[in-house]
């Protein structure tokens, strides 16, 4: 089987002959070791950063291929936001926030995504990446979801301020933030994208209540899901502690949930199990970053025995950080693809 028919499987809770595992975006390693900023991605030679990317995995041995990875904010780019894309091993920033009050976003345009130079660079370099190996892997795009996005575009604080006393002005970015995660995700699967995300950061339970998650960041979520008929592979990532959540995620239309490492695979496991796929969650920090590579395969096999059921892929609990070594995240997929799956299923 192919990395690409085996990831496909374990997602559809099918037993595969070794167990998948994959990277979570992590745009920012792969650049950083390879010279680049996001800014160089989004605007260098397409033909260049494909074969990058194309090279990378093949040194990896991820299952999924990620385009137009860690470049979310390429869209509040596109609506005329201020961003920083051009720091090495670094993140991109929005500089401002683009609107201070829900209704500004009654002034974008989601149309506009179509005439971001930048976009249009992604797009080709994800045409590349599929023609190329779309047959062996998945190659998958992710974006902010309209939760996360809405934040992004109103300000961490404002954004907060809003989603406590102002519900219908949420309502209504939201609205708009979703229409703009699925003009992204669209595009992509047009150029050959099979597997969309949405990241959700500001959803984790470090960040906002059970109740608030469940009243505002829930619907959007799945209605977003919902809404891409033309794709069967859909995940979610959440940071943080969502173990208070968890019951929730089955319902959300995702078929992969990949997990911060601060939940318990056990719970998870005992809630997910069965009805979804799901992933995690090696430490990026404390494990694939600082540990060595015994340290890194001791906690591999913890990760894949706790939870050892079909359809768990072994992913980080987050994007890797740029420094981290190429054979830290190699220990972490090679000791998935040598594990014997004959122990969990």
Excluded at 177 to 183: H, I, P
Excluded at 207 to 222: C, T, Y
Aim: hydrophobic share 40%.
């Amino acid at each position: 089987m192919t990395h690409k028919e085996i990831i496909l499987a374990g997602i559809a809770l099918k037993k595969t002959p070794r167990l998948p595992a994959m990277i979570l975006s992590s745009g920012v390693w792969t650049d950083y070791r390879n010279g680049l900023t996001l800014q160089d991605v989004m605007i260098g030679q397409p033909q260049k950063i494909a074969q990058t990317i194309i090279d990378d995995n093949k040194k990896v041995g991820s299952d999924v291929v990620w385009v137009a990875a860690d470049c979310s904010n390429v869209i509040v780019k596109a609506l005329g936001g201020k961003c920083t894309f051009n720091l090495l091993g670094e993140a991109s920033t929005i500089d401002e926030p683009l609107v201070t009050r829900p209704e500004d976003v009654d002034q974008l345009r989601v149309e506009d995504l179509e005439n971001s130079r930048e976009i249009a660079n992604l797009l080709e370099t994800a045409r590349i990446v599929v023609g190329e190996i779309g047959d062996e892997y998945l190659v998958a795009v992710s974006q902010w979801g309209a939760f996360t996005l809405a934040g992004q575009l109103l300000g961490m604080d404002n954004m907060m301020k809003t989603a406590l006393k102002d519900k219908p002005g949420l309502n209504h970015i939201m609205e708009f933030t979703e229409r703009l995660l699925l003009k992204y995700w669209n595009l992509f699967i047009d150029a050959g994208v099979e597997m969309v995300n949405q990241a959700e950061p500001l959803s984790s339970g470090d960040v906002i209540s059970a109740k608030l998650f469940r009243e505002a960041s829930f619907p959007r979520i799945k209605s977003a899901n919902q809404a891409i008929k033309r794709i069967s592979t859909r995940s979610l990532h959440i940071c943080g502690n969502t173990t208070k959540v968890l019951d929730l995620i089955p319902e959300t239309g995702a078929n992969l949930f990949s997990m911060d490492y601060k939940v318990n695979l056990n719970v998870a496991r005992e809630k997910l199990s069965g009805k979804m796929a799901f992933g995690g969650q090696l430490d990026p920090i404390r494990v694939l970053l600082e540990g060595t590579p015994e340290e890194i395969e001791a906690e591999s096999l913890s990760c894949i025995r706790d939870g050892g059921a079909t359809g768990f892929v072994l992913i980080p609990g987050c994007d890797i950080a740029p420094q981290t070594k190429l054979e830290n995240v190699q220990t972490m997929i090679q000791t998935a693809h040598h594990f014997d799956v004959t122990e969990i299923y």
